[in-house]
């Protein structure tokens, strides 16, 4: 029964963790920081390609802040598979020290064993640093003005099933049960900053998205609070669903454009997201930015693709989604006019180059050369 004592552990940790949020709202001015240290996280697979090209991208929008010290970029070594292999250890502890001095993070995909592998049980990167940096919230805007689509999704990020990911219990050869943790101080947050968006942008609608029929104690926890959260935003018409008929909304042409703002709880945020960035054109177009009080670190909302490297045509992949999780960087540290030179920039390239992610179409290099012609 050893697993009991690990259960036991596990709600121990769960806890801590809540007093932990109670006490942590550290957040920081950009406008009063001398020096905005941005650190620059290459990842593996087809991190190298596309990260590559949104370095060069940024050295051009911001030579003057980089001549003048306001801004700095730092390369982050160490967080490969091969290094995170060699050191059994998901973000080794002298990565996430230089990681922790930095303001921000633009990073590239890190791929995550999976247990057909044959590797150390090694947790997914990102999962790892969301919780380091307590990053709470996930934010992955979907556009496509032509479709009258302009969604925006407030992913919960710390906590769900990915919380105790990693840590489920092989009861038996014949029983496995895994975790799904919600709290209130968790729901809330990513509640307010919803809402909160969706207040600054015209009281946008806001739809809560759960399986709260099934999941009752965690997501219905989860749709209790973000309607208690919406009690202080009279002015804007809030609905909830289940994530299954939403799968089903967002392609149905009838009524996919009166959504505006989701809140999701972590997991179904993931395959959610996911199929709407599909709608915009591939998980290839779509950034995506972990947000909490401290830190903040933007990304391809993908991930590493090795099978484009073993192929041999990784210098294919497309670098739109690391373009864009650097457009929404620099809006947030409010960059907004570089931040609205680089969207521009990048409609631009993607209405002018082909990116079929192998040799038909265009490189990644080919694609921030277009981008950089505009900027
Ligand atoms: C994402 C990715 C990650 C996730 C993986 C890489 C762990 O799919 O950012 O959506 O599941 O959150
Ligand atoms: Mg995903």
């Not at 050893?2 to 769960?14: P, R």
């Not at 991208?57 to 911001?62: A, K």
């Not at 709608?279 to 090795?306: C, D, K, L």
């Given at each position: 029964?050893?697993?009991?004592?690990?259960?036991?552990?596990?709600?121990?940790?769960?806890?801590?963790?809540?007093e932990r949020m109670k006490i942590s709202d550290e957040f920081v001015d950009f406008e009063k920081t001398d020096k905005i240290i941005i650190g620059i996280i290459d990842g593996d697979g087809i991190g190298p390609v596309i990260v590559k090209e949104a370095k060069?991208?940024?050295?051009?929008?911001?030579?003057d802040e980089l001549a003048s010290c306001k801004i700095e970029l730092r390369n982050i070594d160490g967080l490969t598979i091969e290094n995170r292999i060699a050191r059994n250890a998901t973000v080794p502890a002298d990565v996430l020290e230089e990681i922790k001095k930095c303001h921000i993070l633009l990073k590239g995909p890190t791929t995550t064993p999976s247990k057909a592998d044959n590797v150390p049980n090694i947790e997914s990167a990102n999962v790892t640093l969301r919780r380091e940096l307590d990053l709470f919230a996930n934010v992955r805007p979907v556009y496509i003005p032509e479709k009258n689509i302009d969604w925006v999704f407030y992913r919960e990020n710390t906590e769900g099933e990915y919380a105790l990911g990693s840590r489920g219990v092989e009861i038996s050869d014949d029983i496995s049960i895994d975790f799904k943790v919600t709290t209130t101080d968790g729901t809330k947050r990513i509640a307010k900053a919803a809402f909160e968006y969706a207040k600054s942008n015209g009281n946008k609608n806001v739809s809560i998205v759960t399986k709260a029929n099934i999941m009752k104690k965690t997501d219905g926890k989860f749709l209790d609070l973000c309607y208690q959260v919406a009690k202080d935003y009279p002015d804007i018409k809030v609905d909830d669903w289940y994530v299954d008929i939403m799968a089903a909304n967002l392609v149905n042409e009838q009524i996919r454009s009166n959504f505006n703002v989701f809140i999701l709880p972590n997991l179904y945020g993931d395959i959610?997201?996911?199929?709407?960035?599909?709608?915009?054109?591939?998980?290839?177009?779509?950034?995506?930015?972990?947000?909490?009080?401290?830190?903040?670190?933007?990304?391809?909302?993908?991930?590493?693709?090795?099978?484009?490297?073993?192929?041999?045509?990784?210098?294919?992949?497309?670098?739109?989604?690391?373009?864009?999780?650097?457009?929404?960087?620099?809006?947030?540290?409010?960059?907004?006019?570089?931040?609205?030179?680089?969207?521009?920039?990048?409609?631009?390239?993607?209405?002018?180059?082909?990116?079929?992610?192998?040799?038909?179409?265009?490189?990644a290099t080919a694609f921030a050369d277009c981008v950089l012609s505009r900027i």
């Open positions: 029964m050893e697993y009991i004592k690990d259960f036991e552990k596990i709600v121990a940790e769960q806890i801590a963790r809540v060069r991208v940024l050295n051009e929008l911001l030579k959610i997201t996911d199929e709407a960035a599909q709608i915009q054109g591939g998980v290839g177009t779509a950034g995506s930015a972990n947000v909490g009080a401290r830190y903040a670190m933007f990304e391809a909302i993908h991930g590493s693709a090795p099978r484009m490297v073993s192929d041999g045509i990784a210098d294919y992949a497309n670098p739109s989604s690391i373009l864009k999780a650097s457009e929404m960087m620099l809006r947030h540290i409010g960059y907004t006019e570089k931040a609205d030179k680089l969207s521009v920039a990048l409609n631009y390239a993607q209405a002018n180059k082909r990116m079929t992610g192998d040799s038909s179409g265009e490189t």
